[in-house]
């Protein structure tokens, strides 16, 4: 399957292999390529907007907490920041991580104009 190229089927079908159709983006009309990657985009923003606030909550929380704890040890400054920003940017990765699965599952079950998104094993293998 070439990168230009989605497997499709209308909304009212439950399709079995057999009943997926292959569409290339090139045989879209051009209103139905709008659609499709405002359908992507929108549904993108969302997910990294709350991914975003999810980790800059999680790691503030984190971060005030390790301060508070490293202030009340009595450890310089210069010696848990690094530690500090290694957690903050972990959170962030995982995080990233996670969303990214939540927008791939979010895109394969939404209708998308008059189109679904399905994964399809290609008929190539690598070699």
Known sequence: MNADELSLT?????????????????ELAMAEKLRVMWGWFWRGAIVSGSAIVFATIIAAIIGFAGTVGFIIMKVEKTIY?????LVGFLIGL?????SLFFLIRWLTKAKIGSYEFWLVRSEKTRQ
């Not at 009212?12 to 983006?25: F, S, T, Y």
């Not at 920041?81 to 920003?85: A, I, T, V």
């Open 94 to 98: 995982v995080t990233g991580f996670v």
């Open 81 to 85: 920041m690094p530690f500090l920003q």
């Open 10 to 26: 209308p909304r009212p079908l439950q399709p079995e292999p057999q009943d997926v159709i292959r569409i290339r983006i090139s």
